[in-house]
């Protein structure tokens, strides 16, 4: 296989994020791309998750993904190797998060204009890159079981943020204490509009809801 | 039960970090107290690994614990609740990490200079606090087995920084895809002095390896 590229991230330059973030969802939608800014913990199965959901929707949409890190290029490599879709990976030179114009490096990196589904995988962080408005479409976070219940209370603003909330890894439910109801109730306190998935890559449970939603949203940005 | 206290950090006005770390360790030291910083991602279970192993040194140290989150109180709550020593939450207004003038005015929270052991649970974050020196006598960090043998490759700053790590929740292995030899090697990688416990908080296979090292710390410190 050939490796996949590696793209090393400049400190964006610019002064306003949300503005630069507002004109790149514009240019994106006005070319009929729809952006999913992917955010989670370290470790809460995002990569994984992402191969379960692309290869469902890969021969409807033509998909592209971003995959950013501090450091290493496996995740690139496994999308590629599992889904066949184009992917890169972004380094962030030790930065926390992705910002709007780091987005727009990555979307050039990608070197394609045509794409309906364009996906970046956020640093794994429930902090930082909820503060930053990479210009995404939506914003989707990951809650997996074994993280706890109670993740809606320590990091708020990323639950505020997120449009949609995959709790996954629920095939992992009865050996961890995690309270679907308790979860549930946190999240809509944080945010009453987000959609909340449960599912499972493994046992591909849940995943199907998922994909309908993604179906919906990217065909409302395709017709505009 | 009383309310815990909740301290609200103000931002740190010293512009040489490391300076005021170096400070605050000496200090410390000099007192006789060892500090621990406790770093992992969020949801890895710093707090039940530290009810463990809290209940197994309090009557042998004098012990405080400085619980840092951007919101709740659930973790210092836990803390007296579950072991009887002095617990405070300490609020960063959405600071995605401690450093050491945050560090000291937590310390200054507690109200008491008397400490063997000060523990301070870092908010759950596997990036930003890497990069700030607390002022701790040594940094620990747990990676739990299901975010994966990955987390060194990706978030190498944090292991490069951490003078212990746990490998935690490891009754869970036979439910992930965890290679406890691979992550050996990508620790020992990025951080060859770093002594690695794999534990379990919930079956209590380990605690006292890891017990044994902070015994031969504290009294180290105690002894200068």
Known sequence: ????RILNLKESVFADNDREAE?????????????LNLMSAPGSGKTTL???????LKDEFKIG???????????????VQKTGVRAIQLHTGGMCHLDAGM??????GMGDNDFDLLILENVGNLVCPAEFDTGATKNMMILSVPEGDDKPIKYPL???????VIISKIDTLPVFDFDMDVARERIKRRNPNAVIFPASAKTGEGIDAICDWLRCEIRSIASR
Chains 1, 2 share one sequence.
């Open 65 to 79: 993904v971003m995959e950013a890190d501090i450091d290493g290029r496996c995740d690139a490599e496994t999308i």
């Open 1 to 4: 296989m050939d490796d996949v």
């Open 50 to 56: 992402l191969v379960a959901i692309i290869n469902k």
């Open 23 to 35: 004109k790149l969802r514009e240019e994106l939608t006005r070319r009929g791309v729809f952006l």
């Open 103 to 108: 987005t727009r490096q990555g979307i050039e």
């Open 158 to 164: 990323m639950f505020e943020v997120s449009d949609a």
